[in-house]
């Protein structure tokens, strides 16, 4: 007689905690998904913002270097108008000295030889502006040492004038923007005399 073997029983706990498995799978599956997608979105914000600072930086940095050539070419033009300035405050103290004959300058220190009355030597000067000069002379002989003083301000002024100086004198005399000649001499002498001849020019 063949016995019936007993059915084994499924505990009704397996099928709930499968299906609290496959719950949980499926929460995790789709909390991953999410956060995936999450973090793929976020990435792909962080690109784009990093896009745009580097946007932005570049055009700082452009206008950065624009800036400092801007600055660079403000400098150079500062030190030209200094420059410039400089210029002409020494241009406006000299026309400040000149109007008040307050400059000078040596046209003549050497010496001179053969002013006899046949042939008198002579020294021709420029003076560019209106002023004096003076003429000094030093003669190693005990003679008397004559100039004439010469020039012409075209059309309507002639200068010209004698200064007796012996042997060691100084002759002073007006001049104009034109220039003079001096002529020296020493009616006493028919020979060859030499001298020391200082010529300043005072404007």
């Known amino acids: 007689m063949n016995e019936t073997k007993p059915k084994k029983m499924i505990s009704r706990n ?10 949980v799978l499926v929460a995790l599956i ?6 995936g997608i999450s973090a793929t979105n976020s990435y792909t914000s962080l690109q784009n913002q990093n896009k745009q600072l580097q946007a932005w930086l570049d055009g700082n ?33 000299n026309l400040t000295g000149i ?20 042939e008198p030597a002579s ?17 190693t002989l005990n003679e008397t040492v004559t100039i004439t003083i010469v ?7 002639r200068y010209q004038n004698d200064f007796n100086l012996g042997n060691n004198g100084t002759a002073i005399f007006p001049v104009l923007p034109s ?12 020979y060859t005399e030499t001298a020391n001849v200082t010529i300043t020019y005072y404007y």
Do not use: H
């Open 179 to 190: 220039g003079f000649v001096v002529y020296f001499f020493d009616p006493n002498l028919p």
């Open 61 to 93: 940095e452009t206008l950065f270097n624009q800036t400092q050539a801007n600055n660079t070419s403000l400098q150079n033009q500062n030190q030209q108008l200094q420059a410039n300035n400089t210029k002409l405050q020494n241009q406006t103290n």
């Open 151 to 157: 020039w012409d301000y075209y059309p309507i002024l």
């Open 123 to 139: 020294l021709e000067e420029s003076t560019p502006y209106a002023g004096y000069a003076s003429v000094e002379v030093s003669s």
């Open 14 to 23: 397996v099928p709930i905690a499968l299906g609290i498995i496959c719950i």
């Open 99 to 118: 109007l008040s004959l307050s400059e000078s300058s040596t046209l003549y220190n050497g010496t001179i030889s053969t002013f006899n009355t046949v």
């Open 30 to 35: 789709a909390y991953f998904t999410v956060t």
